[in-house]
């Protein structure tokens, strides 16, 4: 089953607004990723945060992590036309070098 | 700007035939990684490698095989190609220690007809 769930599916908001995802999963983890990709694309890495952290800042993202519930939130402020995309979580398994990815919000800022 | 290159970016090919998804990176990555991906849809990783001489089949059943001779280039290969294998394949490679980034390439979109 997945590791990585993510809400909503799929966003649509006005440019300048915030956009939050969500992500839940469900092992012990040493980090989890955030990604974006663009329409046919490779994913781009975004933001990581270890496991130790609660939150993180890179520009315009904001990365939330919460261990006790397995939850982790992206939010995007101010939001431009150009982050449309589809954002994914990434979580590592302990004592494993593989990445499980999330299932994915396409969100969409409409001019 | 990630140095990880995916040839051929698309290919439309009948079923039966025997291809090669090629797979570069010049960063020196010790980890690479094979995912597939329907559109719209989460990857699900077939192959992953830690080094040289070292694959492992990842979490989702797939027909394809890999292999990984050089650090820097990490194929696939599928014998006999089936509709069912149309899907994205994307490439990907980490640095070992701490930090596992994942970078990936552009994919390779193929179609078997």
């Known amino acids: 089953s997945q590791q990585g769930e993510e809400d909503p599916q799929a966003l649509s908001i006005q440019e300048g607004e915030n956009a939050t995802m969500n992500c839940s999963y469900k092992t012990s983890i040493n980090n989890l990723q955030w990604y974006r990709q663009n329409s046919g694309r490779g994913l781009v890495h975004l933001i990581l945060i270890r496991s130790n952290e609660r939150e993180k800042h890179s520009g315009r993202l904001r990365v939330t992590l919460d261990t006790s519930k397995k939850s982790s939130s992206l939010l995007i402020t101010a939001s431009r036309a150009a982050d449309t995309a589809s954002y994914f979580c990434a979580t590592d398994a302990s004592g494993t070098y593989k990445y499980i990815f999330g299932t994915g919000t396409r969100l969409k800022v409409l001019a | 700007e990630a140095d990880i290159y995916q040839t051929p970016r ?5 079923t039966g035939k025997k291809i090669t998804l ?3 990176q010049t960063m020196g990555h010790d980890k690479m990684y094979w995912y597939q991906q329907d559109p719209g849809m989460e990857l699900h990783l077939i192959h992953y ?3 040289v001489n070292s694959t492992e089949k990842g979490d989702l059943s797939s027909e394809s095989t890999v292999s990984r001779i050089r650090t820097e280039h990490f194929p696939l290969t599928l014998e006999s190609a089936r509709p069912s294998h149309t899907s994205q394949y994307l490439c990907a490679s980490s640095a070992s ?7 990936f390439g552009p994919g390779t979109r193929l179609t078997v007809l």
């Open chain 2, 10 to 14: 698309y290919l439309v090919i009948g």
């Open chain 2, 22 to 24: 090629e797979c570069s």
């Open chain 2, 49 to 51: 490698s830690y080094g």
């Open chain 2, 97 to 103: 220690g701490s930090r596992d980034t994942q970078y």
